[in-house]
């Protein structure tokens, strides 16, 4: 090969995980601004006849629902992904993301049409969870799968992460434009406008995913399978009897990355602008800097990771994500977009820096021929028991402890301590499969 000439091995792996990225990029998006419209608007829109703290309670209630659709997506889309191809998962779970979110921007809100505009809503929400929930699984193989060096898994898979906060600076954009709109624009058409652009993003993001091969891993297994002779079993259910404590601690292990991120992402919306009286802009500002920082931490902590060592580097950042909500409170309590930006910036860093390298060490604790569907399953049963949970939660708190935030930092820190602990346990299960895979006539 000639000097300057790029590796045509490279191909397929920055293919791979472009792919990984732009699609997640769109299916985080088209979830975020869910998030945020129910944090700003739904309440007002759907629960009319439930004011204040109700009728926000309300509306995380339908953000919950996506949560909840998540592990049905994992298991349904995991199985595609497993036995029939990772490709075609994430063509099928990009579409019906993009097609969900469209309509949630032409939806009819309560005052056209009634009790159906929330039961509509509820349905489409729940569509979203089962697309995400199939989603993030693939994505993060097909990056990972494709990498030329085992040894670099860490960093390819975390090109399915940058794909979070990308398309958290994309919502969060969106609404700063339509936020700047009167109030009253702002209720009636504004809030649709971020949702109706996924149609854009949608067309963009298929022919990108359309034009990436298969993972290698998965041909490799598929052939493998061809030469058994006996039929294979369902991969949820191998995981589900074959391995209940690894899912057990795979699910703990992203609970930082998965509750952290929607109590910084979301709940700090509601809270600061309900509770500490804040301007609904200067949070918006706040957390649009602080996803620039998250999109530039991702990468940077995959390599760090990959020097220092993976289970040693997300030890270091739970730890150090246990001690920062007193900090973030602390500044966020102060009030000035400064203070505010210092303050979850700290958080962020922190579960920031966790996110991006988790992806890849829970991938790698599950064998090939059961992955999709483990990590699928792993990462969405922690979003629907911690994530969705975690703004309700933080909104009973602060309504229950007014003028108090130690609860809440409570809560965060015993988030971050789930997965600290829950990543020291996994340490030697994921050796062991590791190991296997490596020799399978070890196993």
């Not at 860490?154 to 609404?175: K, N, R």
């Not at 760090?304 to 580097?313: I, T, Y």
């Not at 949970?389 to 820190?413: C, D, H, M, N, R």
Request: glycine share 10%; net charge positive; charged share 10%.
């Amino acid at each position: 090969m000639s000097r300057g000439n790029p590796d045509p091995r490279m191909h397929q792996p920055v293919r791979a995980s472009t792919a990984a990225f732009v699609g997640t990029m769109i299916e985080w998006y088209d979830f975020y601004i869910y998030a945020t419209a129910a944090a700003l608007v739904f309440g007002k829109l759907f629960f009319p006849q439930v004011d204040g703290f109700y009728g926000t309670l309300a509306a995380f209630g339908t953000f919950a629902v996506g949560f909840f659709a998540r592990p049905l997506g994992g298991a349904v889309f995991g199985h595609i992904g497993d036995r029939i191809g990772r490709k075609k998962s994430l063509v099928i779970t990009l579409l019906m993301m993009g097609v969900a979110t469209v309509l949630i921007g032409l939806l009819p809100t309560y005052q056209t049409i009634g009790v159906w505009a929330p039961v509509l809503l509820v349905v489409l929400r729940f569509i979203q969870g089962i697309a995400v929930g199939g989603e993030w699984g693939g994505a993060v193989l097909m990056a990972g799968e494709h990498s030329p060096d085992q040894k670099r898994r860490t960093f390819f898979a975390s090109f399915a992460q940058l794909g979070s906060p990308a398309g958290l600076i994309l919502s969060m954009v969106m609404f700063k434009l339509v936020t700047a709109l009167p109030d009253e624009d702002f209720l009636s058409w504004g809030w649709r406008i971020p949702f109706l652009f996924s149609a854009v993003m949608l067309v963009i993001g298929f022919a990108i995913r359309v034009s990436v091969k298969e993972s290698p891993d998965f041909l490799k297994e598929q052939e493998r399978r061809l030469q058994q002779a006996k039929a294979a079993q369902p991969p949820l259910w191998e995981v589900l009897r074959g391995a209940p404590g690894l899912l057990a601690m795979a699910v703990c292990a992203n609970v930082l990355g998965i509750a952290g991120f929607y109590f910084t992402n979301t709940f700090m919306i509601a809270y600061t602008t309900s509770y500490l009286g804040m301007d609904r802009a200067l949070i918006l500002n706040c957390l649009l800097i602080v996803s620039i920082m998250q999109f530039f931490i991702t990468p940077l902590s995959a390599y760090v990771a990959e020097r220092v060592g993976v289970h040693r580097f997300l030890v270091a950042a739970a730890a150090f994500s246990v001690a920062t909500p007193y900090a973030m409170f602390t500044l966020v309590d102060q009030g000035s977009l400064t203070s505010v930006v210092l303050g979850v910036g700290l958080a962020v860093a922190g579960l920031g820096a966790f996110y991006a390298v988790i992806a890849g060490y829970v991938s790698d604790s599950f064998p090939t021929r059961i992955r999709y569907t483990g990590i699928s399953m792993a990462y969405q049963l922690s979003g629907a028991i911690f994530g969705g949970l975690t703004p309700i939660v933080g909104t009973i708190l602060a309504e229950q402890y007014k003028g108090q935030w130690w609860p809440l930092a409570l809560l965060f820190s015993a988030i971050s301590l789930i997965s600290l602990v829950s990543v020291m346990g996994l340490r030697r299960p994921r050796e062991r499969v590791m190991a296997a895979q490596a020799d399978p006539h070890a196993a």
